[in-house]
């Protein structure tokens, strides 16, 4: 099973979630436009993310999407966490994915 990469994966995340009412952290999809944090990285991950997603479950794939595409890990209990919490951590790893590394 194919692992895809998204790169900048963090700063793509907090660029979909910035928009208005992008992000409900109460289900994986609401809509098209409305997804949690989990959902997004499999949406952003295109057609081969909505097949891993359909093969095993958003959870997993969000989280193989993530370490595929990114050092900076993220933990499975943070799709869970409220829209606010949420979003405070995915500004956090977009900051770091920015940060060079000396």
């Not at 910035?18 to 609401?30: E, F, G, V, Y």
């Not at 359909?54 to 993530?66: D, E, H, P, V």
């Not at 370490?67 to 919490?85: G, H, L, M």
Request: some cysteine; aromatic content about 6%; hydrophobic content about 35%.
């Amino acid at each position: 099973m194919k692992i895809p990469k998204i790169e900048n994966i963090h700063n793509q995340v907090l660029e979909v979630v910035s928009q208005d009412n992008a992000l409900d952290m109460s289900t994986w999809h609401t809509c098209e436009t409305t997804h949690c944090r989990a959902g997004w990285v499999v949406n952003l991950a295109g057609r081969e993310g909505k097949e891993l997603e359909r093969k095993t479950s958003t959870g997993f794939a969000a989280l193989q999407i993530y370490n595929a595409s990114s050092e900076i890990k993220v933990s499975p209990p943070r799709f869970f966490e409220t829209d606010e919490k949420a979003m405070e951590d995915i500004k956090r790893c977009a900051k770091e994915e920015l940060t060079p590394t000396p």
